[in-house]
């Protein structure tokens, strides 16, 4: 409850700055191009466990360092891809060479990367071809008379080629590193940039790596100073941040892409034979278009609508075993198109702008430093909802369900005077004010119906009210809050404008009740403080009907963690 | 002014009936867009797995646009088998001359239907052409040749085999595998289970095409029976009779089968691949040869050989059957090899090959030399089976037509093969 001001501001800051980055990021990574009609086939990926620093006056301790990789490569670990570890002693060779040469530029690290991986990858992909041409085998088998085999160009040795050209390997760097410790503040912030070098290891009488895309990711993590390890938790925390991230701008690279044939479309709800063995989850999107020739003899996807994903079907056994979407923005779709992912993180950002009423009946709170006097008002406040929705479902296998976190920032305008014990000038002369601040801080759950791009919701949620004036004691700023417990609940009707964003208006129930219970903060400490007064304390109240308007979007990336958050938020109550 | 009323009504009637046909739509032709197909493989001996092209019409909603691709590539897929490729079952000009009358109903959806035992579920690709306007698919199907091939023969557009061949009757086929002598070929069936996998597959098809099929073993099992036959007789063996045996067929199949293998870590994965040559019994003539291979993987060798005899056999029986329509046109076929005694001179000798030419042209439809030597000659002459029904008959006429020195006796008389002598009384 303590940090929980300074939390929202941050929270805004970096989601409006995380908005932007995706925003950058999406437009740089949105061409899909795709073999025609194909599925999206596996990919054998090879991982380094070493991380570059291009900078190297930058200092990650060996356990933190660790640390990093572990997160990333949990994170790129994802159901789509085989997984080839390079074994230990070359990566010893690589890192010793890595760091006899210190700052190495991406031109380098390929040179030293074909130099001491290439060889040893193609042998690799030699062993770790079995298990996969034992999968390829079962396939063939299934098939054998029925499917395509494209004996001219020699099937299974097709199939290999395809196996030894699907390699790729990845390197995680770490490009910039800061640690803040505002004096006003007491965490300190660890920010980071960083992010993968994506190679294709192309096989054959040449092998050699081509380089495919470089992905970059920054991200921040926030300890108290006080702490021992504040700085090493807090890299900790932006590394999972960045893992996060990573995961998400790697499914996006359109190699790496799922892709597949609509094998039936019934009305709205659509089946295609991906599923658990790829890795998708309910509720994750999905363009649906054609493959279109242009005039000028280019081939580009044309987008004719999108799907969420309804049932994931566990197609690891077997490979017939189909999923279906429902189709939230409809085209005239057909068997045969085709379906690509959009890979978000699974987590909206809403903005929902609100009016409700407020009441306060006049009255006298005093503590040992200040007296304050608030004037009768009973009429609206304005405010603005910032959530955070994280999807759960595909943890309780309901679509379209979410575990929300988030704030409301708001003003009443109510008169009040604040007299202070800090000077002989504060007890005689009040701060008089016309408006006080509002802060919610909320939790709860939230669930939605789509009805093609319309779509209804419905959210309860536990939270925080803090009415507040700011004052300055002691030549710090002081926060005086009145608290309450309460709950809303809210329904909301949406339309869906794009894939991403949906925009709506809602309406409500607040009810938070005049509590007697009032908190200082002074700096960055927050006290309860006993109300001495012996006159009627004011009461302060929200028990009434709300509305609004609303406005979500889903974001590729976000410079923080949510759960980082969330955990950060339990530490607070306990 | 009634001449001109009459001029001018008949002259509207000229212009409006002209009119009335230039207005007329044209009936949209059933025939496929698309010619782009490929055999993929030959599954068994009655079905092929074929990828096609199909191309919708320009325009329309997409599920109107998919079903006309979908047709179209079904269409093109019929067409292949029927007209396109390498070895087509229509492959005479009559064939295909009388199919086209036909061809505009043949090629309707609901005939098409019944040959096609498989469609993917998926396209191989799908692309929008034409900026979008027109719908291009590629998909695979599975078809019964033979099916169609059985339907065609009932609409009168293909003759069936036997009737090809009429009274020619249809070409007997021997399998053996490829030898370079020691051990035989027949040693080698019953050694080498691969190579007998392999025979058995080709005949396989062979026997579901209706072929007359000699076996090499049986072949074999029937000349050892001969000759115990005769020494049980006290009788002397007749080489003429057995060698005779040997040659029994009209067309032989040699074969090879090749099995390679490879690790792939620590698994061995196999390929199948196998040699198929047909060739005219008589005089040696190639008719055909293919390769197939089976897909790479770990199975047995029988199911490798299998895998790809079928898509080797499929082609080369094509081939057998193209050679052996071609060949009934000119009638049935024979080798004659006429041994001219030495006790002639080279002068004489020529005499009596030439007295002997003079009896082959006016039995046989055509003929075609091979060795003209002093005292040997070699024909491979064609005639009309509707009179020559055997060797026999063909040796009977020689004898009675025969006009040249010495007197003509044969050696040997097989199916396709007759050896003549001629020596002085």
Same mark, same amino acid.
């Given at each position: 409850?303590?940090?929980?001001?300074?939390?929202?501001?941050?929270?805004?800051?970096?989601?409006?700055?995380?908005?932007?980055?995706?925003?950058?990021?999406?437009?740089?990574?949105?061409?899909?191009?795709?073999?025609?009609?194909?599925?999206?086939?596996?990919?054998?990926?090879?991982?380094?466990?070493?991380?570059?620093?291009?900078?190297?006056?930058?200092?990650?301790?060996?356990?933190?360092?660790?640390?990093?990789?572990?997160?990333?490569?949990?994170?790129?670990?994802?159901?789509?891809?085989?997984?080839?570890?390079?074994?230990?002693?070359?990566?010893?060779?690589?890192?010793?060479?890595?760091?006899?040469?210190?700052?190495?530029?991406?031109?380098?690290?390929?040179?030293?990367?074909?130099?001491?991986?290439?060889?040893?990858?193609?042998?690799?992909?030699?062993?770790?071809?079995?298990?996969?041409?034992?999968?390829?085998?079962?396939?063939?088998?299934?098939?054998?008379?029925?499917?395509?085999?494209?004996?001219?160009?020699?099937?299974?040795?097709?199939?290999?080629?395809?196996?030894?050209?699907?390699?790729?390997?990845?390197?995680?760097?770490?490009?910039?590193?800061?640690?803040?410790?505002?004096?006003?503040?007491?965490?300190?912030?660890?920010?980071?940039?960083?992010?993968?070098?994506?190679?294709?290891?192309?096989?054959?009488?040449? +092998? &050699? #790596?081509?380089?495919? *895309?470089? !992905?970059?990711?920054?991200?921040?993590?926030?300890?108290? %100073? /006080?702490?021992?390890? $504040?700085?090493?938790?807090?890299?900790?925390?932006?590394?999972?941040?960045?893992?996060?991230?990573?995961?998400?701008?790697?499914?996006?690279?359109?190699?790496?892409?799922?892709?597949?044939?609509?094998?039936?479309?019934?009305?709205?709800?659509?089946?295609?034979?991906?599923?658990?063995?790829?890795?998708?989850?309910?509720?994750?999107?999905?363009?649906?278009?054609?493959?279109?020739?242009?005039?000028?003899?280019?081939?580009?996807?044309?987008?004719?609508?999108?799907?969420?994903?309804?049932?994931?079907?566990?197609?690891?056994?077997?490979?017939?075993?189909?999923?279906?979407?429902?189709?939230?923005?409809?085209?005239?779709?057909?068997?045969?198109?085709?379906?690509?992912?959009? +890979? &978000? #993180?699974?987590?909206? *950002?809403? !903005?929902?702008?609100?009016?409700?009423?407020?009441?306060? %009946? /006049?009255?006298?709170? $005093?503590?040992?430093?200040?007296?304050?006097?608030?004037?009768?008002?009973?009429?609206?406040?304005?405010?603005?909802?910032?959530?955070?929705?994280?999807?759960?479902?595909?943890?309780?296998?309901?679509?379209?369900?979410?575990?929300?976190?988030?704030?409301?920032?708001?003003?009443?305008?109510?008169?009040?005077?604040?007299?202070?014990?800090?000077?002989?000038?504060?007890?005689?002369?009040?701060?008089?004010?016309?408006?006080?601040?509002?802060?919610?801080?909320?939790?709860?759950?939230?669930?939605?119906?789509?009805?093609?791009?319309?779509?209804?919701?419905?959210?309860?949620?536990?939270?925080?009210?803090?009415?507040?004036?700011?004052?300055?004691?002691?030549?710090?700023?002081?926060?005086?809050?009145?608290?309450?417990?309460?709950?809303?609940?809210?329904?909301?009707?949406?339309?869906?404008?794009?894939?991403?964003?949906?925009?709506?208006?809602?309406?409500?129930?607040?009810?938070?009740?005049?509590?007697?219970?009032?908190?200082?903060?002074?700096?960055?400490?927050?006290?309860?403080?006993?109300?001495?007064?012996?006159?009627?304390?004011?009461?302060?109240?929200?028990?009434?009907?709300?509305?609004?308007?609303?406005?979500?979007?889903?974001?590729?990336?976000?410079?923080?963690?949510?759960?980082?958050?969330?955990?950060?938020?339990?530490?607070?109550?306990? | 002014?009634?001449?001109?009323?009459?001029?001018?009504?008949?002259?509207?009637?000229?212009?409006?009936?002209?009119?009335?046909?230039?207005?007329?739509?044209?009936?949209?032709?059933?025939?496929?867009?698309?010619?782009?197909?490929?055999?993929?493989?030959?599954?068994?001996?009655?079905?092929?797995?074929?990828?096609?092209?199909?191309?919708?019409?320009?325009?329309?909603?997409?599920?109107?646009?998919?079903?006309?691709?979908?047709?179209?590539?079904?269409?093109?897929?019929?067409?292949?088998?029927?007209?396109?490729?390498?070895?087509?079952?229509?492959?005479?000009?009559?064939?295909?001359?009388?199919?086209?009358?036909?061809?505009?109903?043949?090629?309707?959806?609901?005939?098409?239907?019944?040959?096609?035992?498989?469609?993917?579920?998926?396209?191989?690709?799908?692309?929008?052409?034409?900026?979008?306007?027109?719908?291009?698919?590629?998909?695979?199907?599975?078809?019964?040749?033979?099916?169609?091939?059985?339907?065609?023969?009932?609409?009168?557009?293909?003759?069936?085999?036997?009737?090809?061949?009429?009274?020619?009757?249809?070409?007997?086929?021997?399998?053996?595998?490829?030898?370079?002598?020691?051990?035989?070929?027949?040693?080698?069936?019953?050694?080498?289970?691969?190579?007998?996998?392999?025979?058995?597959?080709?005949?396989?098809?062979?026997?579901?095409?209706?072929?007359?099929?000699?076996?090499?073993?049986?072949?074999?099992?029937?000349?050892?029976?001969?000759?115990?036959?005769?020494?049980?007789?006290?009788?002397?063996?007749?080489?003429?009779?057995?060698?005779?045996?040997?040659?029994?067929?009209?067309?032989?199949?040699?074969?090879?089968?090749?099995?390679?293998?490879?690790?792939?870590?620590?698994?061995?994965?196999?390929?199948?691949?196998?040699?198929?040559?047909?060739?005219?019994?008589?005089?040696?003539?190639?008719?055909?040869?293919?390769?197939?291979?089976?897909?790479?993987?770990?199975?047995?060798?029988?199911?490798?050989?299998?895998?790809?005899?079928?898509?080797?056999?499929?082609?080369?029986?094509?081939?057998?059957?193209?050679?052996?329509?071609?060949?009934?046109?000119?009638?049935?076929?024979?080798?004659?090899?006429?041994?001219?005694?030495?006790?002639?001179?080279?002068?004489?000798?020529?005499?009596?090959?030439?007295?002997?030419?003079?009896?082959?042209?006016?039995?046989?439809?055509?003929?075609?030399?091979?060795?003209?030597?002093?005292?040997?000659?070699?024909?491979?002459?064609?005639?009309?089976?509707?009179?020559?029904?055997?060797?026999?008959?063909?040796?009977?006429?020689?004898?009675?037509?025969?006009?040249?020195?010495?007197?003509?006796?044969?050696?040997?008389?097989?199916?396709?093969?007759?050896?003549?002598?001629?020596?002085?009384?």
């Amino acid at each position: 409850m303590k940090r929980t001001s300074r939390t929202i501001s941050k929270l805004v800051h970096r989601t409006i700055r995380g908005i932007l980055f995706s925003v950058v990021l999406g437009q740089t990574l949105c061409p899909t191009l795709f073999a025609q009609g194909e599925r999206y086939t596996r990919k054998s990926i090879a991982f380094m466990d070493a991380l570059m620093v291009s900078d190297n006056h930058l200092q990650i301790g060996l356990a933190d360092e660790q640390y990093f990789l572990n997160a990333i490569n949990a994170g790129i670990r994802i159901s789509r891809f085989d997984y080839n570890p390079l074994p230990d002693t070359l990566r010893y060779t690589f890192k010793e060479q890595l760091r006899e040469k210190g700052i190495v530029s991406e031109s380098e690290l390929s040179a030293l990367i074909e130099a001491t991986i290439v060889p040893e990858i193609v042998r690799i992909l030699d062993i770790e071809k079995e298990i996969r041409a034992q999968n390829l085998v079962d396939e063939t088998q299934r098939n054998s008379f029925i499917v395509l085999k494209a004996k001219e160009m020699g099937v299974t040795a097709e199939q290999i080629e395809q196996v030894m050209n699907s390699s790729y390997i990845y390197l995680p760097f770490i490009s910039d590193y800061k640690v803040s410790k505002p004096k006003d503040d007491k965490n300190l912030t660890v920010s980071i940039k960083g992010g993968l070098f994506w190679y294709h290891i192309v096989a054959g009488d040449e +092998p &050699r #790596l081509e380089s495919i *895309v470089t !992905l970059h990711s920054e991200a921040s993590g926030s300890e108290e %100073k /006080e702490k021992s390890s $504040a700085e090493s938790v807090a890299f900790r925390m932006a590394a999972s941040t960045m893992a996060m991230n990573l995961q998400v701008l790697t499914r996006d690279i359109k190699i790496f892409r799922l892709h597949t044939p609509i094998a039936s479309i019934e009305r709205r709800t659509i089946q295609f034979p991906l599923g658990k063995a790829e890795g998708i989850k309910l509720d994750e999107p999905f363009f649906v278009g054609e493959y279109v020739e242009t005039n000028s003899g280019k081939i580009r996807f044309q987008k004719s609508g999108f799907v969420r994903v309804s049932t994931v079907a566990d197609n690891r056994e077997n490979s017939r075993q189909l999923s279906a979407a429902y189709a939230i923005q409809k085209g005239d779709w057909v068997k045969g198109m085709t379906m690509v992912e959009h +890979p &978000r #993180l699974g987590i909206d *950002v809403a !903005l929902k702008p609100r009016w409700f009423d407020m009441t306060v %009946k /006049e009255g006298i709170f $005093a503590s040992d430093d200040f007296l304050i006097s608030f004037a009768d008002y009973d009429g609206l406040a304005v405010g603005a909802d910032l959530d955070l929705q994280i999807n759960i479902a595909p943890l309780i296998k309901k679509r379209q369900s979410f575990l929300v976190v988030g704030g409301t920032a708001g003003v009443v305008p109510v008169k009040s005077a604040l007299y202070s014990t800090d000077n002989i000038l504060d007890i005689l002369i009040p701060d008089e004010s016309l408006a006080a601040g509002l802060l919610y801080g909320y939790a709860g759950y939230m669930r939605r119906f789509y009805i093609g791009r319309l779509a209804v919701h419905g959210e309860a949620l536990l939270g925080l009210q803090h009415l507040i004036l700011t004052d300055t004691y002691d030549d710090e700023d002081v926060t005086i809050s009145n608290n309450s417990l309460g709950v809303r609940i809210n329904l909301g009707l949406e339309y869906a404008i794009n894939i991403d964003c949906n925009f709506g208006v809602f309406a409500g129930f607040q009810a938070f009740p005049a509590m007697d219970w009032w908190t200082v903060k002074y700096g960055d400490e927050e006290v309860d403080v006993e109300n001495y007064t012996g006159w009627a304390a004011p009461r302060i109240s929200s028990v009434s009907p709300t509305f609004g308007i609303y406005l979500h979007y889903s974001p590729p990336t976000l410079s923080f963690n949510p759960a980082a958050l969330l955990q950060a938020g339990m530490d607070q109550i306990k | 002014m009634k001449k001109t009323l009459i001029v001018t009504l008949i002259a509207l009637n000229i212009f409006s009936v002209a009119f009335a046909k230039s207005d007329k739509p044209k009936a949209k032709s059933n025939l496929p867009q698309s010619h782009e197909a490929v055999i993929l493989e030959s599954t068994s001996p009655t079905e092929v797995m074929v990828r096609a092209t199909g191309y919708s019409g320009t325009g329309g909603k997409a599920a109107e646009m998919d079903k006309q691709a979908n047709v179209d590539a079904r269409k093109a897929v019929i067409w292949l088998i029927l007209l396109g490729g390498s070895d087509p079952l229509l492959q005479t000009d009559a064939e295909k001359s009388e199919f086209a009358k036909i061809q505009e109903e043949y090629f309707t959806t609901a005939n098409l239907k019944q040959f096609v035992v498989w469609e993917a579920d998926y396209y191989d690709s799908r692309l929008k052409i034409d900026g979008g306007k027109k719908l291009k698919i590629e998909k695979s199907f599975k078809i019964n040749k033979s099916l169609l091939q059985q339907d065609l023969i009932k609409k009168g557009v293909l003759a069936e085999n036997a009737q090809v061949a009429g009274a020619l009757g249809l070409p007997t086929i021997m399998v053996i595998p490829e030898t370079s002598g020691k051990p035989s070929a027949i040693e080698l069936l019953q050694t080498n289970p691969n190579l007998k996998k392999g025979a058995e597959v080709i005949e396989s098809y062979l026997t579901a095409r209706k072929f007359e099929v000699i076996v090499p073993e049986q072949q074999q099992v029937l000349q050892e029976l001969t000759s115990a036959q005769y020494a049980l007789q006290g009788s002397n063996e007749d080489y003429s009779y057995l060698l005779a045996l040997s040659i029994g067929s009209d067309i032989y199949i040699a074969y090879n089968v090749t099995i390679e293998s490879r690790k792939l870590g620590s698994t061995t994965v196999k390929k199948g691949v196998v040699a198929c040559r047909a060739y005219e019994t008589t005089t040696g003539r190639l008719l055909g040869t293919e390769t197939g291979y089976s897909p790479e993987r770990t199975a047995p060798d029988a199911v490798l050989i299998e895998e790809a005899m079928h898509d080797a056999a499929d082609k080369v029986l094509s081939r057998i059957t193209a050679y052996w329509k071609e060949d009934a046109r000119q009638g049935v076929q024979y080798k004659v090899i006429l041994n001219v005694s030495d006790n002639y001179t080279k002068s004489d000798a020529e005499e009596i090959i030439f007295a002997f030419t003079d009896a082959i042209k006016k039995t046989a439809k055509t003929f075609k030399e091979n060795v003209v030597a002093d005292y040997t000659y070699d024909v491979l002459l064609w005639c009309d089976p509707a009179v020559y029904q055997s060797s026999s008959d063909l040796y009977r006429f020689f004898k009675q037509n025969y006009k040249g020195a010495g007197v003509l006796t044969r050696v040997s008389l097989s199916r396709k093969l007759i050896l003549l002598n001629i020596a002085e009384e």
